[in-house]
C-alpha cells in the first residue's frame, strides 16, 4: 500500500454545521391531520415523512468485520453492544439503537398504510398513482430492512419458515393492537408483491427533490438489491440497468479520483451527501450522533483494520493506490469524511436541538457492484470484469486504463484460486467493503453470504460468530412484545 498517497493524517475536529432552518436537508413535517389531506400534493406532502429516519448504521458497522477493539474511545452502549453481539439495551427514544430503527421502520410503514388508505376512500384514485407507488415502495422498503435485521436472513436454498416480522398493511385504529410474526418466506412475498405493484407507478415528476423520494433509479435500485437477496440474477441485472437507462453508470460513480481529491474534509462532508451528487439515487434524513462519533467510537476503524479493508486494491495490476483520503481525528481513530453531522436547533434562539445525519440508502455504487455479481453468477465474466474496472476507474490515483486494470489473471493471483467466477465475487467483496466503510454496509454481505465474524478484545479474547449464530440476529424490542409480538431466542 502506498501509505504518502492513500494516508493523510492529520488532527481535526469534526465539522458541525448548526442550521437555523431545515433548507434542502430536512423535510417539511406535514400536517397529519387526516381531514385535511384530500389532494395528490397533500398526500406527496405526507409521504416525505413515510422513510426510517433512525440509522442503522452503527450497529451494522459494529457487528461487521470493519471494525476492532481500540480499547479506547467513546463508550457508546449500542456500538460495544453490537461488538460483543450482546443484546442493545436501549430505548426506541435513544439514537443509533436497533430499537429505535425498528420504531422508525414502523413509524414509517404507519405513514405509507395512512397515505394508501386515502388514496383508496377519495373519490378518484386514478389522480394518485404516483403517490400510491411510492406509499408501496416506501412499506416494502421498510419491512425488507426489518426483516434482514431482526429475523434469521433470507437464504433462497431454504424454506426460510422461521419467524419473520410483523407486515403492516393497514392504518392502526386501536391502541395496542395486536399483531403476528409471519415467517421469512411470506414477508419476502410481501415485499416482493409491493415492489412489483408500486414500482410501474414511480413518477419523478412528482417529487419537488426526487432524491429524498423513492425516484425511478431509486427504485429499481432497491429491486436490484431485492433479488440479489433472492439470487434471482437475472431480474439484478434486469433492474441494474433501468436504474440510469441510455447512460453510463461510470458517468454516476463517485469522481474520488478526480473532483473529489482536491476537496478538504469540510468540503467532503458538504458533498458526499448532496442530492446533487450523481452517487446518490435515495437520501434519508436520520436522527443519529454518527456523524460527530465516527471516529470516535471505541470500537471502530483503526489504522490495522483499515489496512486490512484497503487490501484489495493489490487486485489492481501496476495500482498505485486507492483514492480515498484517510484521516484521523487523534490517535488510532480513523475515517474518511462521508457522513455529516446537522444539527438542528429547536427554534432559532435555542441552544439545543437535534444531530442529523443525511444516510445515502441507494447509491450508483450499488447497483454497479449488483450487477457485476449477478453478471458473474449468469457467467458473463466479460461484463462483470467490465463494471470492475469501470469502478477501479474512478478510484485509482492517476488511473490510466492500460495499466491499472482487474482482469482473470489478477485476480487468480490475488486470491490463489482457479475459479475466476468465485473470484470475481471475492473481488466484489472486497471493493464493497471499502467503498462502503462506515456506512454500514457490510453486514448485508456477511450475511448474505453467511461469513463467519471474529472480533478481538484487547486483552486476547476473541468472540467468533458463525453465521447460524442466533447472535446475529437483533432482538425484537420489549416494547414490541405490548403487541404480542414473541422476542427471538438467542
Known amino acids: 500500500m502506498n501509505k504518502t498517497k492513500i494516508f493523510k493524517k492529520i488532527l481535526f475536529t469534526l465539522p458541525v454545521l448548526i442550521l437555523s432552518g431545515c433548507e434542502d436537508f430536512l423535510s417539511t413535517e406535514p400536517d397529519s ?12 406532502q405526507l409521504l416525505t415523512t413515510a422513510y426510517p429516519q433512525g440509522s442503522y ?75 400510491r407507488g411510492e406509499a408501496l415502495l416506501a412499506r416494502a422498503y421498510a419491512h425488507f430492512m426489518l426483516v434482514n435485521y431482526f429475523s434469521k436472513f433470507f437464504d433462497p436454498t431454504q424454506p426460510n419458515t422461521e419467524p419473520g416480522i410483523p407486515y403492516v398493511t393497514e392504518p392502526e385504529t386501536v391502541v395496542l393492537k395486536k399483531y403476528e410474526r409471519k415467517t421469512v418466506a411470506s414477508v419476502y412475498q410481501m415485499i416482493e408483491a409491493d415492489l412489483l405493484e408500486g414500482l410501474p407507478l414511480i413518477s419523478d415528476g412528482s417529487y419537488t427533490i426526487p432524491k429524498y423520494h423513492f425516484n425511478r433509479a431509486a427504485a429499481n435500485a432497491f429491486a436490484a438489491r431485492f433479488y440479489l437477496v433472492k439470487r434471482d440474477y437475472a431480474k439484478v441485472v434486469q433492474y441494474a440497468n433501468e436504474v440510469f437507462p441510455g447512460s453510463s453508470v461510470a ?18 462532508y458538504n458533498t458526499y451527501s448532496r442530492a446533487s451528487q450523481n452517487a446518490n ?11 460527530r462519533n465516527v471516529a470516535q467510537y471505541r470500537f471502530g476503524m ?19 493506490g486507492w483514492s480515498y483520503p484517510l484521516y484521523s481525528q487523534g490517535d488510532n481513530n480513523y475515517l474518511i ?27 450508483a455504487e450499488e447497483v454497479l457492484f449488483n450487477r457485476a455479481e449477478a453478471n458473474a453468477f449468469l457467467g458473463n465474466t466479460a461484463a462483470s470484469l467490465a463494471d470492475l474496472n469501470l469502478f477501479v476507474s474512478k478510484r485509482v490515483d492517476n488511473y490510466v486504463a492500460t495499466r491499472h486494470t482487474v482482469t482473470a489473471a489478477s485476480i487468480r493471483r490475488f486470491f490463489g484460486t482457479s475459479n475466476v467466477r468465485d473470484g470475481i465475487i471475492n473481488t466484489i467483496l472486497s471493493f464493497k467493503r471499502v467503498e462502503f466503510v462506515q456506512e454500514g454496509m457490510r453486514w448485508f454481505d456477511l450475511q448474505r453470504y453467511a461469513l463467519p465474524v471474529t472480533h478481538q478484545a484487547v486483552n486476547g479474547s476473541a468472540i467468533t460468530v458463525p453465521a447460524n449464530d442466533p447472535k446475529r440476529i437483533l432482538q425484537i424490542p420489549q416494547s414490541a412484545t405490548l403487541a404480542g409480538i414473541e422476542q427471538n431466542k438467542r
Do not use: H
Open 57 to 131: 448504521v452503527v450497529f451494522a458497522e459494529s457487528m461487521s468485520d470493519n471494525v476492532a477493539d481500540k480499547g479506547v474511545g467513546e463508550d457508546d452502549k449500542t456500538n460495544r453492544a453490537s461488538y460483543l453481539f450482546e443484546e442493545v439495551e436501549a430505548s426506541v427514544d435513544e439514537q443509533d439503537s436497533p430499537d429505535q430503527y425498528w420504531a422508525e421502520c414502523y413509524r414509517s410503514v404507519s405513514v405509507a398504510n395512512q397515505a394508501l388508505d386515502i388514496i383508496s376512500k377519495s373519490s378518484d384514485p386514478s389522480q394518485y398513482t404516483a403517490q
Open 281 to 291: 439515487l435515495l437520501l434519508v434524513e436520520t436522527a443519529s450522533l454518527y456523524g
Open 337 to 363: 469524511p462521508k457522513l455529516n453531522e446537522y444539527f438542528v436547533r429547536e427554534s432559532v434562539n435555542a441552544e439545543i436541538g437535534q444531530p442529523y445525519v443525511m444516510l445515502p440508502i441507494f447509491t
Open 251 to 268: 458517468d454516476n460513480l463517485r469522481p474520488w479520483n478526480t473532483t473529489y481529491s482536491s476537496l478538504s474534509p469540510q468540503e467532503l
Open 33 to 44: 391531520t387526516r381531514a385535511t389531506i384530500s389532494t395528490p400534493a397533500q398526500v406527496s
Open 302 to 320: 483503526n489504522f490495522r483494520k483499515w489496512q486490512e479493508i484497503s487490501a484489495g486494491e493489490n487486485i489492481i495490476n501496476e495500482s498505485p
